[in-house]
Nanobody
Framework: QVQLVESGGGMVQTGGSLRLSCAAS????????MGWFRQSPGKEREFVAAIGWSRDSTDYVDSVKGRFTISRDNAKNTVYLQMNSLKPEDTAVYFC???????????????WGQGTQVTVSS
């Protein structure tokens, strides 16, 4: 059974940092595209970042470019999202996803985690 488990969420003040982790189990994900999405109350789930099997291949939504960094450790089957200079508008539940069935910015991923809450206070 494939599982994605996020951790690292919490509450920080504006300008603070958090590092989210997504641990995958049930299969090897070293050759699988991984993504991070987020959803705020009353809003649709949106793309945040993605990383290909090659660590050099990354993509970010414009609102987080220069502040967030996605990375992966294939030996640990884990993907990370380092979030710096956090803003109140970054407050959301953050979801890890694996194996997109279309473009990696789309929501059509095969596997999803349960999400981890990130709250940024002003």
């Amino acid at each position: 059974q494939v599982q994605l488990v996020e951790s690292g969420g919490g509450m920080v003040q504006t300008g603070g940092s958090l590092r989210l982790s997504c641990a995958a189990s049930g299969r090897t994900f070293s050759s699988v595209i991984m993504g991070w999405f987020r959803q705020s109350p009353g809003k649709e789930r949106e793309f945040v970042a993605a990383i290909g099997w090659s660590r050099d291949s990354t993509d970010y939504v414009d609102s987080v470019k220069g502040r967030f960094t996605i990375s992966r450790d294939n030996a640990k089957n884990t993907v990370y999202l380092q979030m710096n200079s956090l803003k109140p508008e970054d407050t959301a539940v953050y979801f890890c996803a694996a194996a997109p069935q279309g473009h990696w910015r789309d929501l059509r991923y095969l596997y999803w985690g349960q999400g981890t809450q990130v709250t940024v206070s002003s």
